[in-house]
């Protein structure tokens, strides 16, 4: 396993949001509160991870998705705000990923509001259609 440090180097790169919320201001983010949803979301999270070489994911919360009205309901993106682990430090990191379109972002700044976490979504894993 990787330290935080190399966790820190692969995968902290994040785009400014701003603009591109603004162009997806109706795209919200839902709570996911059914546990088998929320178990799915955090092992493909982790299985990310996995391929950048470092980290494990502990425990997740909150739990979210994010639905693109754009795309007739057709796409989504999915994340959580988790503790990880790496090395002997553990993180609080928000993680987006879309599956569908190949994207995975990951953050290690404290972004606790629901708008800032809707803001790092748009802006590094909105579905593309």
């Given at each position: 396993?990787?330290?935080?440090?190399?966790?820190?180097?692969?995968?902290?790169?994040?785009?400014?949001?701003?603009?591109?919320?603004?162009?997806?201001?109706?795209?919200?983010?839902?709570?996911?509160?059914?546990?088998?949803?929320?178990?799915?979301?955090?092992?493909?999270?982790?299985?990310?991870?996995?391929?950048?070489?470092?980290?494990?994911?502990?425990?997740?919360?909150?739990?979210?998705?994010?639905?693109?009205?754009?795309?007739?309901?057709?796409?989504?993106?999915?994340?959580?705000?988790?503790?990880?682990?790496?090395?002997?430090?553990?993180?609080?990191?928000?993680?987006?990923?879309?599956?569908?379109d190949g994207l995975f972002a990951l953050s290690l700044t404290p972004l606790r509001s629901l708008e800032a976490i809707r803001v790092f979504v748009i802006a590094n894993c909105y579905p593309r259609g």
């Amino acid at each position: 396993m990787r330290t935080c440090s190399a966790l820190v180097l692969c995968a902290l790169v994040v785009a400014s949001g701003a603009a591109s919320a603004q162009t997806h201001s109706s795209a919200q983010i839902q709570p996911v509160i059914d546990q088998a949803s929320a178990a799915r979301i955090e092992t493909r999270l982790q299985a990310r991870l996995d391929s950048l070489g470092g980290g494990r994911v502990g425990p997740c919360g909150p739990v979210f998705l994010l639905n693109a009205p754009d795309t007739s309901g057709l796409a989504s993106s999915d994340g959580a705000v988790c503790t990880v682990e790496a090395g002997r430090s553990q993180v609080s990191a928000l993680m987006c990923e879309n599956a569908h379109d190949g994207l995975f972002a990951l953050s290690l700044t404290p972004l606790r509001s629901l708008e800032a976490i809707r803001v790092f979504v748009i802006a590094n894993c909105y579905p593309r259609g």
